[in-house]
């Protein structure tokens, strides 16, 4: 149904260390299928299959893999057999859901300002090794933040920050 190229190679940060990380979206009778012949190949290619469904499932908003759905934010499917729905799929899953945007950017500013704050709990209380800790974890929520708030995106994976800042 549609077959994506995700991770460096997708956004042009590729080198001669990149691996291939594909994914398949197969009908559901076929993947038992693809599965199978996608298990034996070469460590350099990585390829996950999905049915439709378990598709619309990976990196979920609140599942254990919710860190994976930067993967998803500039991926395109090439082909897309399936009119288009399952490129809305994956490019739903490059940004926060709406429904969760507002209470999401609250949260990390909160978090944000706490950690602002532990380290300057830290500076005063002559921890240089404990401020600097605080204050570098604040740097996540605070970015988080900001990137939801531009279309909802998702923090990109530290490797593309500078990317995303300068072309989005």
Request: glycine residues 4%.
């Amino acid at each position: 149904l549609a077959f994506f190229v995700t991770g460096s190679r997708a956004v042009g940060f590729e080198n001669e260390h990149s691996d291939y990380d594909c994914a398949l979206v197969v009908k559901d009778e076929a993947f038992e299928l693809y599965e199978h012949q996608f298990e034996a190949y070469e460590p350099e290619i990585e390829t996950e299959v999905f049915t439709l469904e378990t598709f619309r499932a990976h990196a979920a908003w609140g599942s254990d893999l919710t860190w994976d759905r930067y993967s998803w934010a500039h991926a395109a499917a090439d082909p897309d057999k399936s009119g288009g729905i399952i490129q809305q799929i994956a490019d739903e899953k490059g940004r926060v859901p709406a429904v969760h945007a507002e209470s999401f950017i609250e949260a990390s500013l909160d978090w944000y300002v706490n950690q602002v704050f532990r380290s300057l709990k830290c500076l005063r209380a002559g921890d240089t090794t404990g401020q600097r800790l605080e204050a570098a974890e604040s740097i996540r929520p605070m970015l988080q933040a900001l990137f939801c708030l531009r279309e909802r995106r998702v923090l990109p994976y530290y490797k593309y920050l500078a990317w995303e800042l300068e072309n989005f």
